[in-house]
């Protein structure tokens, strides 16, 4: 089993729709909670971080963290072409262990 | 967020030649930094792991002798492909952890085409 399971998509949607992006994991002893974006051909940009439980939010990005079922999501309200990427998961222990998911591609339709 | 970055961003060079990718962390001072590999449409590929001051520790299936790691001060790491073959042609990205919060930042990413 992977540590860290994501759907890879694609996800295609409508400009303006509510995206919702998921990552499951197994160790219950992750503590630091991360969401990625990355356009073609660059490195990934950080957009969410989490520590511990939870919910943050960040403009139309909201990140939400349930260790009970190790679940976490993010949610992009009023989604634009501009989001249109790939969202990478990532969780951590602390230290220098960081477990990502292997992405999702999501594109945002005009 | 914090900044890191890569240089040079794309590099072509002929069969043979070593190349030399740096990486910094402009404005903080990283515990960790490390190397990444990724093909098209495929996920990130964990190739290393560099501390400041001590000897990377590189992933199974990564070779040490082809990919040098040099992890010089809090705030830069170098990769050097040596004796590149187009094989080794991909997109490397490097990142950096900020040890209060331990956040990751990426850089850029570098591509390297070998002909």
């Known amino acids: 089993q992977k540590e860290v399971e994501q759907d890879p998509g694609p996800l295609s949607v409508p400009e303006g729709a509510i995206v919702s992006l998921n990552c499951t994991y197994s160790?219950?002893?992750?503590?630091?909670f991360m969401w990625y974006r990355q356009y073609s051909r660059k490195g990934p940009e950080l957009l969410m971080y989490t520590y511990s439980s939870g919910n943050k939010e960040d403009g139309r990005f909201t990140a939400q963290v349930d260790k009970s079922s190790k679940y976490i999501s993010l949610f992009i309200r009023d989604s634009q072409p501009s989001d249109s990427a790939t969202y990478l998961c990532?969780?951590?222990?602390?230290?220098?262990?960081?477990?990502f998911g292997t992405g999702t591609s999501l594109t945002v339709i005009p | 967020g914090a900044v890191v970055s890569q240089h040079p961003s794309r590099v072509i060079c002929k069969s043979g030649t070593s190349v030399k990718i740096e990486c910094r962390s402009l404005d903080f001072q990283a515990t960790t930094m490390f190397w990444y590999r990724q093909f098209p449409k495929q996920s990130l590929m964990l190739m290393a792991t560099s501390n400041e001051g001590s000897k990377a520790t590189y992933e199974q299936g990564v070779e040490k002798d082809k990919f040098l790691i040099n992890h010089a001060s809090l705030t830069l790491s170098t990769l050097t492909v040596t004796s590149a073959h187009p094989e080794d042609s991909s997109f490397y990205i490097c990142?950096?952890?900020?040890?209060?919060?331990?956040?990751?930042?990426f850089g850029p990413g570098t591509r390297l085409t070998v002909l």
């Open positions: 160790n219950s002893a992750f503590q630091y």
């Open positions: 990532a969780m951590s222990l602390g230290g220098n262990q960081f477990y």
């Open positions: 990142s950096a952890v900020w040890g209060l919060t331990n956040e990751q930042f």
